[in-house]
């Protein structure tokens, strides 16, 4: 009895301290919009926008908790791609596709992307506009700028949301996003909005926050043009690998045209050596139990929406389904999920102990890291992909 006691009061005192650190923290968030203003107009805002703009702004106590509990991600990408290309997604993308082709269709002459490409980054960003977020971006952003952990990068992205109201393409009222500030249909933060969104409506707005998704996906097709897209380029295709395959090819930096890869024995998953669609890298998400891809240019440019690997296969193969292309053929390893930081840590300090440098112990896996993979796992007999999985690290412990 004493015992529960104890640990119900505790829990009190320690929600009520994080509590009163909040409203502590609250406290000064007055002040810190009375010295942002003057470097706001210093920065060209005028007053009477950011007078508007900040009539009703709040201390989003949330947005910092969210910010400061971030999980690594860890998921197993093949759990990530089930729910990227899941049936409904799929399905769903195509039958935007078709509402919107006529839209979609003048974007793609304009810009050159893809239709389905477009399509799945609008899936992968917002679910086709169902979760376009709802949080005041003013508030939000001027929270994070004043309390977060990255508060220069957050006043950037502040004076730029301010920006966008000054020029009238949506009302402040209407003006809302994330909790981490990306805006809109396919989830602009607002630096890039300033240098990238477009009027494809011709109202005079560049509207991505509207029902109609038309700026939001031409702003995603100009961006993606921006960063060298090339229509009718694969981002990757799946391929087969021979038996005794020399993994230290999956290099990013090796890159060879498909009839040099078919050479090597890197065939189309038909048998087929690959089109020639320009020269592709090697890569093997999950090492040697997983899928194989040669990869083009194209997914070099997803990359410049968001750089993580899941990311960029999750869109291109949302992508390529919708289009009307089949699931992948290999199965992705399910029970393999991506290391902890620390988790990294250790295996970099293993490795290098080990006799394996792995050019420094910081927690990323870079060249030098998948180098020293490969190195150990070809010295033990594995097929050195040079995968930094959780089953190399407890073979190592």
């Not at 952990?149 to 004076?159: C, D, N, T, Y």
């Not at 930081?341 to 990323?364: C, H, K, Y």
């Not at 060249?367 to 150990?376: D, G, H, L, R, T």
Request: hydrophobic fraction near 40%; aromatic fraction near 10%; avoid cysteine.
């Amino acid at each position: 009895m004493f015992r529960r006691q104890f640990m119900t009061t505790a829990v009190g005192l320690i929600a009520a301290s994080a509590a009163g650190m909040a409203q502590a923290n609250a406290a000064g968030f007055p002040n810190w919009i009375a010295g942002f203003r003057s470097r706001a107009l210093a920065a060209g805002i005028s007053s009477g926008t950011f007078d508007a703009a900040f009539a009703n702004a709040q201390y989003l106590q949330d947005s910092i908790d969210r910010d400061r509990n971030q999980a690594e991600f860890v998921k197993p990408l093949g759990e990530y791609m089930a729910t990227a290309a899941s049936n409904d997604r799929v399905s769903n993308g195509r039958s935007k596709l078709q509402e919107y082709a006529d839209t979609l269709g003048r974007i793609e002459q304009t810009y050159s992307v893809d239709a389905h490409v477009v399509t799945a980054v609008w899936g992968m960003e917002s679910n086709y506009g169902a979760r376009r977020g709802d949080t005041p971006l003013i508030s939000t952003l001027a929270t994070l700028a004043y309390d977060g952990r990255r508060g220069s990068f957050f006043e950037q992205q502040l004076i730029a949301a301010l920006g966008i109201l000054q020029r009238g393409d949506v009302a402040p009222q209407n003006i809302t996003g994330s909790w981490a500030g990306a805006m809109g249909h396919t989830q602009f933060i607002p630096t890039s909005y300033e240098a990238y969104a477009v009027d494809f409506t011709g109202d005079g707005r560049r509207d991505i926050w509207a029902d109609d998704p038309t700026d939001a996906l031409a702003s995603t097709a100009a961006y993606l043009s921006r960063f060298g897209w090339n229509r009718g380029q694969p981002w990757g295709v799946e391929v087969r690998l021979p038996q005794g395959f020399d993994y230290a090819q999956t290099a990013r930096a090796v890159r060879r045209t498909p009839d040099q890869w078919g050479r090597q024995g890197v065939v189309g998953v038909d048998g087929s050596v690959v089109p020639n669609y320009g020269e592709a890298s090697l890569i093997t998400p999950t090492g040697a139990g997983g899928p194989a891809f040669l990869v083009f240019r194209n997914y070099d440019v997803i990359s410049r929406y968001n750089n993580a690997q899941a990311y960029i296969i999750g869109v291109g193969h949302l992508g390529d389904r919708i289009r009307g292309m089949d699931p992948l053929q290999a199965a992705w390893p399910m029970q393999e999920r991506g290391l902890l930081r620390a988790e990294r840590v250790e295996l970099q300090q293993r490795l290098t102990n080990a006799g394996f440098s792995t050019g420094g112990i910081d927690g990323r896996i870079g060249p030098n890291s998948e180098a020293a993979i490969k190195a150990y796992q070809r010295s033990v007999g594995l097929p050195a992909d040079g995968y930094a999985s959780l089953s190399l690290l407890e073979r190592l412990r």
